[in-house]
């Protein structure tokens, strides 16, 4: 069936009020940190559970084992290259409770060491697995091993910040998950366009945690019941396709995008009111050391 087209330069996309909108969501595309060459580390566990069925038995047990121990390794890799993507776009982040790519790097290594096993003595077996270990650490790095803070700040409102913003992530991508199940291309844009809009308060957070006792009903409260606005107006109209829910939904959402707009620009302004007072304080203690900068 034929979709209206949807591009940056159709009719019902250069009106000035849909300028936000698809700035904010240009701002929150991301390319998948995980990439093609993560998912290249499954093609050697296919392969070695495929070469394994003409092993015998004791080979088949083994090959199978190693592919395993392969492809849960690949798995564990591309999830931590996402989550060590998601910890670099953080001013303030809590370093991953679990490193995915130094385990992935542990297991890739075993099951090359297990697979070598059948065709090189244990020696060589071990030594496949180290060279393969040091491998997949040169190319993917490791884990983020230290909390990301802000100078000035204390640990306390550090670790306030990072508690909020997974828990605000959490029901974003809870709501993405929720939509993406009707196959609506429309609905979906007006969500991702939310989402990048609340995205711009967390950042706004993150650079400078002082704000988060103004924001926090935002990103915590608001969002709890974005998500279970999201869930039940799906459930409803995976059922029966009612106009007057999907209305009464995109309302909810102007609303919501309206708040958080008016809500992120008072934070931003609060932040240069709180820059300005410094300035003036600063100045004025330099014109009593007889300075007077231009």
């Given at each position: 069936?034929?979709e ?6 159709s009719?019902?996309n ?5 300028d936000?909108?698809r700035?904010?969501?240009?701002e929150?595309?991301r ?5 093609a060459?993560?998912?290249?580390l499954f ?14 038995a004791?080979?088949?047990a083994?090959?199978l ?10 798995w564990?890799?591309?999830e931590?290259?996402?989550a ?6 953080r ?7 679990f ?5 992935g ?6 099951g090359?060491?297990l697979?070598a ?9 071990v ?14 790095g490791?884990d983020?091993l ?5 100078d000035g ?5 550090q670790d306030?910040?990072?508690r ?11 709501m ?7 196959s609506?291309?429309a ?5 991702a ?8 308060m967390i ?12 924001a926090k009903?935002?990103?915590?409260i ?11 107006f799906?459930d409803?109209?995976a059922?029966?396709?009612?106009e007057?829910a ?10 919501l995008?309206a708040n958080?707009t ?5 934070l ?6 709180a820059?300005?007072?410094e ?11 007889g300075?007077?900068?231009?």
């Amino acid at each position: 069936m034929a979709e209206r087209f949807g591009g940056a330069h159709s009719p019902a996309n250069s009106r000035p009020e849909a300028d936000p909108l698809r700035q904010a969501v240009a701002e929150d595309r991301r390319v998948d940190a995980a990439g093609a060459r993560s998912n290249l580390l499954f093609v050697p566990a296919v392969i070695e559970a495929v070469l394994s069925l003409w092993s015998g038995a004791a080979g088949l047990a083994l090959g199978l084992v190693a592919a395993a121990a392969m492809g849960l390794g690949a798995w564990l890799t591309r999830e931590g290259l996402r989550a060590h993507a998601a910890y670099d776009a953080r001013a303030v982040a809590r370093r991953p409770a679990f490193p995915r790519k130094i385990a992935g790097a542990v297991l890739i290594g075993g099951g090359i060491g297990l697979a070598a096993l059948a065709t090189t003595p244990a020696w060589g077996a071990v030594l496949y697995g180290l060279v393969a270990l040091a491998l997949h650490l040169g190319a993917f790095g490791l884990d983020p091993l230290h909390d990301k803070r802000l100078d000035g700040i204390d640990t306390f409102e550090q670790d306030r910040v990072a508690r909020v913003v997974d828990e605000a992530e959490e029901y974003l991508a809870a709501m993405r998950s929720q939509i993406a199940r009707l196959s609506d291309r429309a609905l979906e844009g007006r969500v991702a366009g939310f989402q990048a809009i609340a995205r711009r308060m967390i950042r706004s957070v993150q650079e400078d945690p002082r704000e988060l006792p103004e924001a926090k009903k935002y990103l915590i409260i608001y969002l709890m019941g974005a998500r279970d606005a999201t869930a039940r107006f799906v459930d409803l109209y995976a059922r029966r396709r009612d106009e007057d829910a999907r209305r009464d939904y995109e309302a909810l959402l102007d609303d919501l995008e309206a708040n958080f707009t008016e809500r992120s620009a008072r934070l931003l302004e609060g932040g240069r009111e709180a820059m300005d007072i410094e300035i003036k304080v600063l100045r004025d203690r330099l014109a009593r050391e007889g300075v007077r900068p231009e």
